[in-house]
């Protein structure tokens, strides 16, 4: 596949930032294509989806190293596809893709909207999360991720159902827990028998979107709980496609833009 830009063609060598389902979606559908690139892993996961395209693992070093390896590698088109709430890498990729001149789109996922029935406590953060957590004992299914258990320390007077993609490096910092390893995407009817058979009385979530980790949301919502709903952060002005054939459309558009 060639990519145009005005008179000019350029064979396409393309940096994917992934570590999403999307991120995996995109990778076969540019393989299928026969497109050439990278996919990127920051390594917070300790078995990443198998993927069609040639991996590696591990941070840049900031901003200016990602510029650094965008340089290094003459890659032509950057393509966000992390998680909603990694912040930090998506504002990275903004960054180095102005410094660089390099085309960047994100592939992300439209947040949910609470519907009818939903029973949603929105928070801007994790520590509001936490604040909101300060309450009598009761049965918490916190779907946060492993990096922000600790986090939740100081409220141990609740019961945590914890579900991990990896078993926990070090215990939880709770005092009573549950753990399941398990990889989504989930579905309603077991997510809600799951939350029945540990007597959720409370589910802590981020605003993740996409239909992968929904089925808890759907799950509470039938069976009347409420949700701590963790609100997306704030992130730079950037292109965003909530699908792979915007993707892949934007990368064969003439007119893609460089930067942002």
Not at 158 to 180: A, C, Q
Request: net charge negative; glycine share 8%.
């Amino acid at each position: 596949m060639i990519v145009t830009h005005g008179a000019s063609a350029i064979t396409p060598n393309l940096l994917i930032l992934g570590g999403t389902t999307e991120a995996t979606a995109l990778c076969r559908a540019l393989a299928d294509t026969g497109l050439t690139g990278t996919v990127s892993f920051a390594g917070r996961v300790d078995r990443p989806v198998r993927q069609p395209l040639p991996q590696r693992v591990g941070g840049f070093g900031g901003v200016q190293g990602l510029a650094d390896y965008l340089k290094a590698k003459k890659i032509t088109h950057l393509i966000d596809a992390t998680h909603p709430f990694a912040s930090q890498m998506s504002r990275n990729a903004v960054e180095a893709a102005l410094l660089t001149d390099t085309p960047l789109i994100a592939l992300t996922r439209a947040p949910w909207a609470a519907q009818d029935g939903d029973n949603w406590r929105h928070v801007p953060d994790i520590a509001a999360a936490v604040a909101a957590l300060d309450r009598p004992a009761c049965n918490v299914l916190l779907a946060v991720g492993r990096m922000h258990l600790d986090d939740f320390a100081p409220n141990p007077q609740h019961h945590y159902l914890l579900r991990l993609v990896d078993p926990p490096k070090t215990p939880p910092p709770f005092p009573r827990h549950d753990v399941i390893v398990d990889r989504g995407p989930f579905r309603e009817d077991s997510d809600r028998e799951l939350m029945e058979a540990h007597e959720i009385d409370l589910v802590v979530s981020k605003n993740s979107g996409g239909t992968g980790a929904y089925a808890k949301i759907a799950a509470a919502r039938a069976l009347g709980l409420p949700v701590v709903m963790i609100d997306r952060p704030a992130l730079p002005d950037r292109r965003e496609a909530f699908d792979v054939a915007e993707v892949m459309d934007w990368l064969s558009h003439p007119g893609t833009e460089r930067g942002v």
